[in-house]
């Protein structure tokens, strides 16, 4: 699977990072499916609340809001435009999931309300201005890999 995530999408994170400081956050990943297994984020949402120095929760009120505005504007159109996941930040930690982040991502695919067959997660670190980020897909079979991501600027 590949993931790009477009430039002003990347500009988007970089603001949101450098305004959470030493706070992780994080929101929802949206975008086109261009082919099998390859998507664009062009759509990156910010949850307004933040975390903390070690913990991000996903604010699942303004997550519903958020996707059903993401869909509104696509006009529904599913097979092209869709969900793909979530990000967060580790400002003091790698850029790798923890337990507790891959705990959350089954919980969503494995969710009987899911409707879709993965979902990604991206986790990000602002270090001056240099942007480090890596992904992962998860399935509701329970597998999570690596995801070729590309980062435009």
């Not at 699977?1 to 477009?6: D, G, L, P, R, S």
């Not at 062009?42 to 809001?65: I, Y």
């Not at 067959?117 to 897909?137: E, K, Y």
Request: glycine fraction near 8%.
């Amino acid at each position: 699977m590949k993931i790009a995530v477009a430039a002003d999408q990347t500009e988007k994170l970089v603001a949101a990072l450098g305004r959470a400081g030493i706070k992780e956050t994080g929101g929802q990943l949206f975008g086109e499916q261009l082919a099998p297994s390859i998507f664009r984020v062009t759509e990156l949402t910010v949850q307004s609340r933040p975390g903390t120095f070690a913990r991000f929760v996903v604010d699942l009120l303004q997550a519903a809001k958020d996707a059903a505005r993401f869909f509104e504007r696509t006009e529904r159109q599913y097979t092209r435009y869709n969900y793909i996941g979530e990000w967060h930040s580790h400002p003091s930690f790698a850029v790798q999931p923890s337990g507790p982040d891959v705990a959350a991502m089954r919980g969503i695919v494995r969710d009987s309300r899911f409707a879709g067959s993965f979902a990604v997660l991206m986790i990000v670190r602002l270090d001056a201005a240099m942007l480090t980020a890596g992904a992962w897909v998860c399935d509701p079979q329970g597998a999570e890999h690596p995801v070729t991501l590309e980062v435009e600027s």
